[in-house]
């Protein structure tokens, strides 16, 4: 596996990938307790999280790759945009409301956050179009942060709401817009409150660069990525399915739903294989058979138990 390292880091401050690896290993059969001292940002802190059972063992994405092939619009639309042009992004300090159907209504800062007992979660993501990679978050249940607002029986869905700061986010200005600001997304609550539904605060055991989405970002594992938002700063409670950006973009390629599904495919390519990112070259031998709830079956078809997973797509 390749190492990545900005040019600016000296070399012996970054641990390398194998020895990340071997660390994460025997700590996890030794005490279930992971620490890293990897640095590749200089605004990058350090984050402790323990192993979780939810993690696979797939060999992971190099950080390097996690870190430069991403997408979010707010900086730009190509791949390299949010690394490139993120770079005058402040994600401190931050606040993340809660509010809506619920008892407690209240905002979170950042370090409140960072209280949350931190997992190390290693999740499959699959994009829509057609890419995927393994990539090791620490983050926390969504489910967690709802206990402590204490939802209303009346909440069904749950809405998020990425920050709009036009004079940070390059993509938020200037007369192309790709999308319409804030970017936003949406939960059922059986959903939100799922296991497997994390808010991420870091990767790599790291606070999350700008372009992953800092400081706190959405991450559910068995969806399409379009569905984890970024740079969080508003979740809501709601009675009624929320408006979710690319489903309102593109009703007809974009589902509310946005279930991982090899048997639905985009209107403009098959989604029944995928490329895993950092493995070289985009079509061919590197291709892998896309996995019903990217693999995550087991855990959450119970979900959409009597739902048509083709029409609610
Ligand atoms: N606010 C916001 N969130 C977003 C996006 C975006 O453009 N804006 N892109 C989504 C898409 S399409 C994907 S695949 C993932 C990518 O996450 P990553 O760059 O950390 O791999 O973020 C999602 N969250
Ligand atoms: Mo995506």
Known sequence: ?????????????ITPESVFLNRRHFLAAAA?????????????????????????DEKLTPEGDVTAYN???????????????????????????VDGLVSKPREFGLEELLAFE??????????VEAWSMVI????????????????????????????VRPDEMPGQ??????????????????????????????????????QNGAPVRLVVPW?????????IVRITLVEKQPPATWNLTAPNEYGFYANVNPKVDHPRWSQASET????????????????????YEEEVSGLYAGMDLKANF
Not at 144 to 151: G, R, T
Not at 185 to 204: Q, S
Request: glycine residues 10%.
């Open 223 to 231: 969806k399409y990525g379009f569905k984890g938002v970024k740079s």
């Open 32 to 56: 279930g307790l992971l620490a890293f001292s990897a640095s590749s940002q200089s605004s990058a802190r350090q984050l402790e999280a323990t192993a979780s059972p939810f993690s696979t």
């Open 1 to 13: 596996m390749s190492t990545y390292r900005p040019p600016s880091i000296p070399t012996a401050e």
């Open 276 to 295: 895993r990112i950092g493995e070289g070259g985009f079509f061919g031998a590197n291709r892998r058979p896309t996995l019903p709830f990217n693999g």
């Open 136 to 163: 090791p978050w620490a983050g926390f249940p969504l489910a967690a942060l709802l206990d402590k607002v204490e939802p209303l029986g009346s909440a069904k869905y749950v809405a998020f709401e990425t920050v």
């Open 71 to 97: 997408n979010f619009y707010e900086f730009g639309l190509g791949k390299g945009d949010p690394k490139a042009k993120s770079g005058n992004f402040r994600p401190t300090p931050w606040t993340v409301r």
């Open 118 to 127: 931190m997992e190390e979660r290693i999740y499959r993501m699959r994009c």
């Open 173 to 210: 200005s200037g007369f192309f817009q790709s999308l319409d600001w804030p970017y936003v997304e949406g939960l059922r609550l059986d959903e939100a409150r799922h296991p497997l539904t994390i808010l991420a605060l870091g990767l790599y055991g790291k606070t999350l660069p700008n």
